[in-house]
């Protein structure tokens, strides 16, 4: 599948398992649509077929050099109007099979939009709860490993769902491509088993979870991790590494906290950093922020509960353990 739409539109969302083939690039598709407002649609055709032709051939020489006759691509651009039909043409008259999407990018938009926004969710989800630091994705990786089925929302929004939850060097994607990879991977499960899914709120960074997965998200029952606020506050030093090694981006975060904290504790707070004593500045975090409010949001959820799972220490064998004892209860879930 070939998407011949500039690098600029590509990034910002394609249809699943295409390349990008750009017949016009970022600078070029805008000094063609300048063209076509301020001068003439007729220029702004001339000017682009020449670099259109341009483009066609360079890919002919480089990614498609060593496609054999039986190749048959498949191409779109934004509408399936001309940038895609120029690039079949050329293809076509090489002598390959080619096919253009019918309305191009949109009816994939299209097909995301109704299975994320208009149809109801057709999967049973089961929601991992607790406190900040009880490992929940670890344990959600686990159960994908014992042959559950999992939708890693945070692994698809590129963000830790906290405060502190950016990841470093890694953008989060655009909303649009969120969506894509999710509808991916939702359409790769199987409705008549549950769906294991960490507990979020709506929005995971700056991306907002779509309302056909939250509204099943609301509706669905959930498994409570628990620990000890010790062995969280460990966890949580060793999972939030890269926070705790970039003292500047921890210094941001702490300011950015939802409740004012103070002068005075954010001093406090800096001396621990400077200490190098981060599991006493992520009880104190814990105290303050985190445990307060999930105990005000846990108080107000009306969602059938399953009940619990203690984690111990949060090592590797407490949540190989607390993996084991979930894929059991979910599969005793699916057989009821």
């Not at 670099?51 to 066609?56: D, K, P, Q, S």
């Not at 994939?108 to 709860?129: G, I, N, Q, T």
């Not at 959930?222 to 921890?250: F, H, M, N």
């Amino acid at each position: 599948m070939i998407d011949v739409r500039s690098p600029a539109e590509f990034a910002e969302d394609h249809a699943p398992g295409a390349i990008n083939l750009p017949v016009l690039s970022n600078a070029e598709r805008a000094e063609v649509g300048t063209i076509y407002v301020q001068q003439s649609r007729f220029l702004a055709r001339k000017v682009g077929a020449a670099y259109i032709a341009r483009n066609v051939a360079d890919h002919l020489q480089t990614a498609l050099v060593e496609q054999p006759g039986s190749f048959r691509p498949l191409i779109y651009c934004w509408r399936g109007g001309q940038r895609s039909y120029a690039m079949a043409t050329i293809l076509a008259q090489v002598g390959w099979r080619t096919t253009v999407l019918a309305g191009g990018y949109k009816t994939w938009r299209r097909h995301v939009s109704a299975r994320l926004y208009d149809e109801p969710l057709p999967f049973r989800l089961v929601l991992l709860d607790g406190y900040t630091g009880s490992g929940k994705t670890e344990v959600l990786q686990r159960l994908a490993d014992r042959g559950q089925q999992i939708i890693d929302l945070e692994g698809l929004a590129a963000h830790r769902g906290s405060l502190f939850g950016a990841l470093t060097g890694q953008p989060q994607p655009g909303q649009k491509l969120f969506e894509s990879q999710l509808l991916v991977a939702l359409e790769a499960l199987d409705p008549a088993r549950p769906v294991i899914v960490e507990a979020e709120s709506s929005k995971i960074g700056e991306r907002m979870t779509p309302p056909a997965v939250w509204q099943a998200m609301t509706a669905a029952p959930r498994l409570e991790l628990t620990a000890s606020p010790q062995a969280r506050a460990g966890y949580l030093v060793r999972a939030y590494g890269d926070i705790v090694r970039d003292r500047a981006a921890l210094d941001e975060a702490l300011r950015r906290l939802p409740t004012w904290p103070g002068r005075k504790r954010l001093e406090a707070w800096s001396q621990l950093a400077d200490a190098g004593d981060f599991e006493a500045l992520a009880l104190d975090l814990m105290a303050l922020h985190y445990d307060p409010a999930y105990r005000r949001s846990s108080g107000r959820d009306a969602r059938p509960s399953l009940g619990a799972v203690d984690l111990g220490g949060l090592q590797p064998a407490d949540l190989d353990a607390a993996a084991d004892e979930i894929a059991r209860r979910v599969e005793a879930l699916s057989s009821a």
